[in-house]
């Protein structure tokens, strides 16, 4: 048996909220432009890391010098925010919310908790 693992940190979900800023479009419309391009390809599960905006550019802020993306306004990463919640409400069984707000430490066991019911996955 051959087991394909594909992990990817910048998903459709992003890319579409992205395009919406610079667009203006409405989520209709990215949703008709993923059903066309993507179709029913999609992940089996995505762990969304959910963070306050405020405290994920101080964490970025403390890494290194901001990128393109880290450059953006805080309403941007908001509506960020916010297309990711209303994905997470299309598909929760697929799209697991952890609370990145917390430490490492408790953002790591809860990735670990999620990973170990899908286990199975990686068992030839």
């Known amino acids: 048996m ?3 693992l594909f992990l990817i940190d910048l998903s459709i979900m992003v890319a579409a909220q ?5 667009e203006n479009l409405d989520i209709a419309i990215i949703e008709q432009l993923e059903s066309l391009t993507v179709g029913k390809t999609v992940p089996d599960l995505t762990l969304w890391l959910d963070v306050e905006p405020q405290l994920g550019l101080q964490r970025a802020a403390q890494r290194a010098a901001k990128d393109r993306i880290e450059s953006e306004t805080l ?3 908001e509506r960020i925010r916010e297309g990711y919640g209303y994905r997470h409400s ?3 069984e697929r799209i697991k919310k952890i ?3 917390n430490s490492l430490q408790t953002v790591s ?4 908790t999620i990973l170990r019911q899908y ?4 068992k030839p």
Request: proline content about 4%; cysteine-free; glycine content about 4%.
């Open 2 to 4: 051959v087991l394909g």
């Open 18 to 22: 992205l395009k919406r800023k610079q």
């Open 75 to 77: 309403h941007f990463f």
């Open 90 to 92: 299309l598909f929760p």
């Open 99 to 101: 609370d990145a707000n």
């Open 109 to 112: 066991e809860h990735i670990a």
């Open 119 to 122: 286990q199975h996955w990686f």
